[in-house]
């Protein structure tokens, strides 16, 4: 008797001592989280063994992966892609894989850009490329504007340059428009990403409001009340005498100025942030704003709940400031009112912000599908037309853009059957883009973060400077200074 | 001879037998754990992609710790716990007196029971984006009470400190309440109903009863309650992160320790992360320390000073 107990204590023991194992293993500080990407390595012999057998198809060699990952932060990607790309034959219902008609198949992986998320599962999948199986490797991902300058790296090299894949981008991709060739390159100017999007930002009202508050919704007439910031103030003061907010809140306007700095945030090879006067001169223009009431008050930022409501019918926001890419992914979802109720005209300084670029991984085992998908998408006039038809997008192709202003085909009916693209063209024209850094994202999300409390009146001004370097120092340890102009 | 082999034999399969949990110990916890407190020595992090050390730099990391806010945060730690533990073990303890007192026959003691363990079940997550849409500007705690009249004008709970930190320390509240009640009924049932009984033929009151008899007694489970409640408090991450979306919001009042780590493994710092969880380590060992020894404080004549060092702790 004695002796069963025991062996029931024991065995009562080790069970109860695996499971302790298991949930310490979580409670690790700094555990590396690596382990579970190796778990699929065992099946990649039996993986490529009908390989051989399968290659039926086109344009690919058939010594390729059977399997194409591609890392992106969100559903863009991928129904652009499925709506150029001719060899995609289906997709699940869940969207996380599409098969080629060669039998390949195209595995989403899709992590939210919020809180850094997309980028450590991409940094990590990165950092294990060499040793990954064949078919878990990285083929291609998503990088926006704000980031790509850590992934096209000469030193780094995980972004391999679009020569070796077999495009010339001076040749293939002759249409492009030149900035975003240069801001996909290294600092050697070898082109290591694509995108298919230009993003000039307009400024895109609410007809109903502007009927209202200036007896017109011509986008010419609004327009020259919104040409430059003093203009637009006496514009704001009109809005708000009836009760009509011009923008949602002052994050809306960071862009005109963040993305319009002089220099970058951080040098190459440097350790100092600089501040740009432009930074504190949103942070002042902002308060002025804040203070005279032209911003909607239960705004606080974007990406929030109450931003995406103040996008709706029963909002008083006149205005939002976006790109083409934010009058498809973030107005037309959020608005719930009749269709054409927005039109679009100049913005009070033209700014460029985001795009998604394209990149191949280093090492991937997929070059003649993944040269095809980046030409597909960004280097196809054809396919970049559709785009630009389809979801109101501001392709990357110079002649299709230009004939697209003076064409009604292009004609938005979200904007109330409004012809878009003379405004992204004129508002293109003008831009300098602004320097970019690997830095850029933390800057401009810590630095908006630290003066959002100084604008709601939380702390001070200086208060606000410190938040913002202790916060900027915790994300990037090896900052050393900050400067401030 | 024979016998003595025998008893060899059965140890031999006892340490078998033990044996995977001390291999799980040793890899999944020990191995991380060493390791933990061996970059903490080094500066040890990424920048973009390029990976940065491990290059040993002595006690660096720590006193830069000491240098940062991480006081500040400690301090938030403490309050955002301090506002829901108070509540906590108050309505916990009132709650499972009533329910086990005979007297009172309380019905429907199962439903009860359930419904206050129930917001635990809930992830902490899911709870605080939950929070986070009910107290928002527009959101409708403040559209009822806008038209209840009670206010006129929103609250804006997310920027200001006292917002952030009661709805932290309510939700925390909320959370654990039930757990702690259901395990504090558990302790007093233990009692003997004979003790009861007894002070009741003596005239005593409830009051009497509660102070005298119940607190004394259910000490080890009340000295467990606080030390895991002190541990988990120091650990709070998931709910101030998720309802101020990392940042600690506003003026960084809300930002635990565990949020601090968390933002320095943004940048794989595991250097800085390394030292601070030392800290912590530190700090949980001196406070489960203090705790075991005052309510292993061997009490020559039992309830008495127990019952006072317990009235105390009850109130803190």
């Keep these: 008797m004695k002796k069963k107990l025991l062996s029931v204590l024991l065995t009562t023991a080790v069970l109860a001592g695996t499971l302790a194992g298991c949930g310490n293993s979580n409670s690790g500080g700094s555990s590396d989280g690596g382990t579970s990407t190796d778990a699929p390595a065992a099946d990649a012999p039996t993986a490529d063994a009908p390989a051989a057998e399968g290659g039926d198809a086109a344009a690919a060699s058939s010594d390729e992966g059977k399997v194409i990952n591609i890392y992106s932060f969100n559903d863009e990607l991928r129904t652009r892609i499925t709506a150029v790309y001719p060899a995609i034959e289906n997709t699940s219902d869940d969207g996380t894989v599409s098969t080629l008609n060669d039998g390949t198949e195209i595995h989403w992986i899709i992590n939210p850009n919020q809180d850094g998320v997309y980028q450590d599962k991409l940094d990590e999948a990165l950092m294990n490329q060499a040793d990954a199986a064949a078919d878990d490797k990285v083929d291609l991902f998503a990088a926006e504007l704000d980031y790509i300058v850590k992934y096209t790296d000469a030193d780094v090299d995980v972004a391999m340059p679009l020569s070796d894949l077999g495009i010339n981008p001076d040749s293939d991709l002759a249409d492009q428009f030149a900035f975003t060739k240069t801001v996909a390159s290294d600092a050697n100017g070898v082109q290591r990403a694509s995108t298919w999007q230009a993003c000039p930002g307009v400024l895109v009202y609410r007809r109903d409001i502007a009927k209202d508050v200036f007896g017109t919704d011509d986008p010419a007439e609004i327009g020259k009340k919104t040409a430059d910031w003093a203009t637009m103030k006496t514009t704001a003061e009109e809005l708000k005498a009836k009760g009509y907010y011009a923008f949602s809140s002052y994050a809306d306007t960071f862009r005109t100025y963040g993305n319009n700095i002089a220099g970058p945030w951080v040098e190459a090879g440097s350790s100092t942030i600089k501040v740009d006067q432009k930074i504190l001169d949103w942070v002042t223009d902002s308060k002025d704003w804040m203070d005279a009431g032209y911003f909607d008050p239960t705004v606080t930022g974007q990406w929030t709940s109450d931003w995406f409501t103040a996008m709706s019918s029963s909002s008083k926001v006149f205005a939002y400031l976006f790109p083409a890419w934010g009058i498809d992914t973030q107005m037309v979802p959020n608005w719930d009112g009749a269709e054409g109720s927005w039109a679009v005209t100049n913005a009070p300084l033209p700014y460029n912000w985001g795009g998604t670029y394209l990149v191949a991984a280093t090492g991937t085992d997929n070059p003649g599908h993944v040269k095809d998908i980046i030409m597909a998408l960004t280097g196809n006039q054809d396919n970049l037309t559709k785009v630009a038809k389809e979801y109101t997008e501001f392709t990357n192709a110079q002649s299709v853009m230009e004939a697209a202003a003076s064409n009604d085909e292009f004609n938005s009916a979200f904007l109330g059957s409004q012809n878009p693209y003379g405004y992204f063209a004129d508002s293109l024209s003008s831009i300098k883009m602004a320097p970019l850094s690997s830095y850029d994202q933390g800057c401009v999300e810590l630095i908006q973060n630290a003066f959002g409390d100084y604008l709601q009146g939380q702390i001070d001004y200086d208060t606000a400077k410190s938040n913002f370097e202790t916060a900027i120092i915790e994300r990037y340890p090896e900052i050393t200074e900050i400067q401030w102009p | ?316």
């Excluded at chain 2, 309505?91 to 635990?120: E, G, H």
């Design chain 2, 1 to 316: 001879m024979q016998k003595k082999r025998k008893l060899v034999n059965y140890a031999k399969w006892g340490y078998i037998f033990i044996l995977p949990f001390f291999a799980s110990f040793l890899i999944f916890s020990l191995i991380p754990l060493v390791d933990t407190i061996r970059y903490s020595f080094y500066e040890y992090f990424r920048s973009g992609i390029k990976e940065i050390g491990p290059n040993f730099i002595g006690m660096a990391n720590y006193a830069s710790l000491i240098e940062s806010d991480m006081l500040k945060y400690a301090g938030n730690t403490l309050i955002l716990w301090l506002i829901g533990f108070i509540p906590q073990i108050v309505i916990a303890l009132t709650l499972a007196s009533w329910f086990v007192d005979v007297r009172m026959k309380i019905r429907c003691q199962q439903f009860f029971k359930v419904v206050i363990y129930l917001p635990n079940l809930i992830m902490a997550s899911a709870f605080a984006m939950l929070f986070f849409t009910l107290f928002s500007k527009s959101g409708p705690v403040n559209s009822i009470l806008m038209s209840l009249g009670v206010i006129s004008e929103v609250i804006d709970f997310m920027r200001t400190a006292l917002g952030v930190r009661s709805l932290v320390g309510t939700m925390n509240f909320l959370m654990w309440f039930g757990n702690t009640t259901i395990m504090l009924m558990a302790a007093i049932m233990g009692i003997s109903p004979d003790i009861f009984e007894a002070s009741e033929i003596d005239g005593c009151n409830s009051m009497q009863r509660f102070f005298r008899i119940t607190l004394p007694l259910i000490r080890p489970i009340l000295a467990y309650t606080l030390i895991t409640s002190i541990i988990g408090g120091l650990q709070m991450f998931d709910v101030p992160q998720i309802l101020t979306n990392g940042q600690g919001n506003p003026d960084r009042t809300s930002m635990t320790l565990i949020m601090f780590l968390n933002s320095h493994l943004r940048s794989k710092n595991y250097g800085m992360a390394g030292a601070l969880s030392v800290y912590l380590f530190i700090v949980s060992g001196i406070l489960c320390f203090i705790v075991y020894k005052i309510t292993n404080d061997n009490d020559p004549d039992g309830s008495k000073a127990a019952a006072k060092a317990k009235k105390k702790r009850g109130g803190r």
